[in-house]
């Protein structure tokens, strides 16, 4: 027997972060990270405190071509999602792209739309900017959940990143 479906949560609100919200949405941040940490080893956190992250978060919303967008659910947030315009390689067109850099939603508050809603509000962000008309992002190949998720949205694999140690990894005694 399947476990039943949260009932659709309805008292959520997508906004554009504020600088107001760093610290709260640095502890979403911190998560998001430690899952990516979790989900690939090879992912190394680089210790950032709050004062660095409320700097950046203050940048990057005073620039045109990033954002930050919260889910804000009883004065407190739900999750977030961060995005960009980025430019293409020299041998590509179109110039510029959207891009996703990151997506949290906080467990309760899963499988209730709100990150579908986030990622909609991206899209609307990047589509009032000229020139923009698709979305490229990284995914860690191991995060399956992640992967069901954006494919349900429509994504596609379009460029496969991969990875190598520069010299062989040591050989393991048995």
Do not use: C, K
Not at 77 to 96: C, K, Q
């Amino acid at each position: 027997m399947a476990s039943p479906r949260p009932v659709p949560l309805t008292g959520y609100r997508i906004r554009t972060a504020v600088p107001g919200d760093a610290e709260l949405l640095y502890d979403l941040w911190q998560r998001a990270r430690q899952h990516n940490a979790r989900v690939d080893p090879r992912i190394l956190l680089t210790p950032i405190g709050l004062d660095q992250f409320a700097a950046d978060l203050r940048a990057r919303l005073g620039r045109g071509t990033a954002t930050a967008l919260v889910a804000e659910v009883a004065g407190g947030l739900a999750g977030f999602i961060t995005g960009a315009i980025e430019s293409a390689g020299p041998d590509r067109l179109p110039e510029r792209h959207a891009t996703i850099g990151y997506l949290w939603v906080e467990p309760p508050f899963r499988r209730q739309g709100i990150a579908r809603a986030l990622v909609e509000g991206i899209a609307q962000w990047a589509s009032a900017i000229d020139g923009i008309s698709h979305f490229e992002m990284p995914v860690l190949s191991a995060d399956e959940t992640a992967a069901r998720f954006w494919a349900a949205l429509g994504f596609r694999p379009f460029i496969t990143r991969l990875w190598a140690p520069l010299q062989p990894e040591p050989e393991q005694d048995p």
